[in-house]
């Protein structure tokens, strides 16, 4: 069993293939004050705790992180629990086959390469990936597979945080679509406001990154991926699929072209 690991800033992704199918998958809080032998047990009780992998030995490991912090100690966790297991984390001097065509490539996120990687393996080029997860991120993947470069947006989660905390009289509210685009109360103009709002936005991006990218706007696919997709989806008119384990099946292809 391969398992790969996406570290985000907030949450943790972990996930277990067997062959090209996700058998099994968690979401966990990044923690950054989390040492490597805690993180060995926390992820030690998820597998043994799953009824689907009772008998499961884990035979690689492939992680991304955008957290230095917890990637010393993901990196200190293989080498402890893990030593005798083939594992492969996505930084510089990894082949991810992904061509980077940035001032400087090295700004470039792990997990941003690793799903142009996931992209154009899953649906082909050209592909404009949104990643909605602490940051709302925007891929631009050419048609040979070129990381050509993307936007970065404050995340859902952290405008919340943002209305919560300036707003003397605003909450936090449960995410979920309202009755309608014009609210009768505040809680539903937050919701309209977010809901509708990122959905606009996520539009209004991707529609500039076609012009930029291609000639034909029907030629690219728009692939949304992270925990908070699902909010947008049914509200965007631009997004055509939804992946949500893309970043693991980058991690999957990255292992494969890094291993015997």
Same mark, same amino acid.
């Given at each position: 069993?391969?398992?790969?690991?996406?570290? =985000?800033?907030?949450? %943790?992704?972990?996930?277990?293939?067997?062959? $090209?199918?996700?058998? $099994?998958?968690?979401?966990?809080? %990044?923690?950054?004050?989390?040492?490597?032998?805690?993180?060995?047990?926390?992820?030690? &009780?998820?597998?043994?705790?799953?009824?689907?992998?009772?008998?499961?030995?884990?035979? &690689?490991?492939?992680?991304?992180?955008?957290?230095?912090?917890?990637?010393?100690?993901?990196?200190?966790?293989?080498?402890?629990?893990?030593?005798?297991?083939?594992?492969?984390?996505?930084?510089? =001097?990894?082949?991810?086959?992904?061509?980077?065509?940035?001032?400087?490539?090295?700004?470039?996120?792990?997990?941003?390469?690793?799903?142009?990687?996931?992209?154009?393996?899953?649906?082909?080029?050209?592909?404009?990936?949104?990643?909605?997860? %602490?940051?709302?991120?925007?891929?631009?993947?050419?048609?040979?597979?070129?990381?050509? &470069?993307?936007?970065?947006?404050?995340?859902?989660?952290?405008?919340?945080?943002?209305?919560?905390?300036?707003?003397?009289?605003?909450?936090?509210?449960?995410?979920?679509?309202?009755?309608?685009?014009?609210?009768?109360? %505040?809680?539903?103009?937050?919701?309209?406001?977010?809901?509708?709002?990122?959905?606009?936005?996520?539009?209004?991006?991707? $529609?500039?990154?076609?012009? $930029?990218?291609?000639?034909?706007?029907?030629?690219?696919?728009?692939?949304?991926?992270?925990?908070?997709?699902?909010?947008?989806?049914?509200?965007?008119?631009?997004?055509?699929?939804?992946?949500?384990?893309?970043?693991?099946?980058?991690?999957?292809?990255?292992?494969?072209?890094?291993?015997?």
């Amino acid at each position: 069993m391969l398992l790969t690991i996406d570290v =985000g800033n907030t949450h %943790t992704v972990l996930g277990l293939f067997e062959g $090209e199918e996700v058998i $099994e998958h968690w979401r966990i809080n %990044t923690d950054p004050r989390r040492t490597a032998d805690e993180i060995a047990v926390v992820l030690q &009780g998820l597998v043994q705790q799953s009824p689907l992998l009772a008998e499961t030995d884990i035979s &690689g490991i492939a992680l991304c992180s955008t957290v230095p912090s917890v990637l010393h100690e993901m990196r200190e966790m293989c080498r402890r629990y893990y030593g005798d297991v083939s594992a492969v984390i996505v930084e510089p =001097g990894v082949k991810t086959g992904v061509p980077i065509r940035m001032d400087n490539p090295k700004e470039v996120g792990a997990d941003r390469i690793v799903n142009a990687l996931a992209a154009v393996h899953t649906h082909g080029g050209p592909a404009i990936v949104v990643d909605f997860g %602490t940051a709302t991120t925007f891929d631009a993947v050419s048609a040979k597979g070129e990381y050509v &470069g993307g936007a970065i947006a404050p995340g859902i989660e952290i405008s919340i945080d943002a209305l919560s905390s300036r707003g003397a009289q605003l909450h936090k509210i449960e995410l979920v679509r309202p009755r309608s685009v014009i609210a009768k109360n %505040t809680v539903e103009a937050l919701q309209s406001g977010i809901i509708f709002g990122f959905a606009g936005q996520v539009d209004g991006i991707v $529609e500039r990154m076609t012009e $930029e990218l291609v000639d034909d706007l029907d030629e690219v696919t728009v692939i949304a991926t992270g925990g908070l997709a699902p909010l947008v989806l049914e509200e965007s008119r631009s997004i055509d699929v939804f992946e949500p384990w893309l970043t693991l099946i980058g991690l999957r292809l990255i292992y494969e072209r890094n291993t015997p």
